[in-house]
């Protein structure tokens, strides 16, 4: 794989909508992944999105992906505190996981 | 908790030692991943084994070995430490090999090199 970009920094007020962008540059990446990573603890897998697929949603999670462009968006409804974490974005070439930088969220009361 | 362990938790060792940290997998899983994240470089992926062979080898230094046995647990092994190993070091397992099989991560294992 190759790099993986991602924004640093995400700040958002409790109950606002959350988007973390990512963007990717393998055009073969089959899979595209989300993991979270709160601290002190190893990353949890969010969700994925198959590379056929332009959308994706799961609850309060929505994945947005622009093939053309090779770029990932996460959304998160109705963003609550228990959201502060590392979000990852990922993507798997031949075997091999690239992760990006993971965007800092950060949630205000 | 994601059913994979790793040991030691901790580990403060001076320049030029070794070390040797262990995951054990989730149960059922054959494939296992070691990543090494820091500050400077991100997560990185190091190798990756399934069902005892290497599968793929990603940014692994020279210096760093691992393997996984038969009873499927597996071992990162850094030798002639530096300051800059300093990191944590992660394990994660899937129950086959490929994209479409969710990884599950251990708590990591915090390298302090002296």
């Known amino acids: 794989g190759e790099d993986v970009e991602q924004s640093l920094f995400l700040s958002v007020r409790e109950g606002d909508s959350s988007v973390i962008n990512c963007t990717y540059t393998d055009s073969s990446s089959t899979y595209l992944y989300w993991y979270k990573q709160e601290p002190g603890a190893g990353l949890q897998l969010l969700t994925y999105i198959f590379s056929n697929m332009d959308m994706k949603q799961d609850q309060r999670l929505t994945v947005l992906l622009n093939k053309k462009d090779k770029h990932l968006s996460l959304r998160i409804a109705d963003t609550q505190t228990g959201d502060s974490a590392i979000y990852f974005c990922a993507e798997i070439v031949n075997y091999i996981p690239t992760f990006g930088r993971g965007t800092s969220l950060i949630v205000h009361p | 908790d994601s059913g994979v362990t790793q040991t030691p938790k901790h580990l403060i060792t001076a320049t030029g030692q070794r070390v040797t940290l262990r995951c054990s997998p989730r149960?059922?899983?054959?494939?296992v991943y070691w990543y090494q994240q820091s500050l400077d470089q991100g997560l990185q992926f190091l190798i990756q084994y399934y069902n005892g062979e290497e599968r793929a080898k990603g940014n692994i230094l020279e210096r760093f070995s691992a393997q996984q046995f038969p009873d499927l647990h597996s071992e990162l092994n850094l030798s002639s430490l530096e300051l800059g190993d300093s990191a944590l070091y992660f394990c994660a397992s899937s129950a086959l090999s490929g994209g479409s099989y969710e990884q599950y991560f251990g708590p990591g294992t915090r390298l302090t090199v002296t």
């Open positions: 149960s059922g899983d054959l494939s």
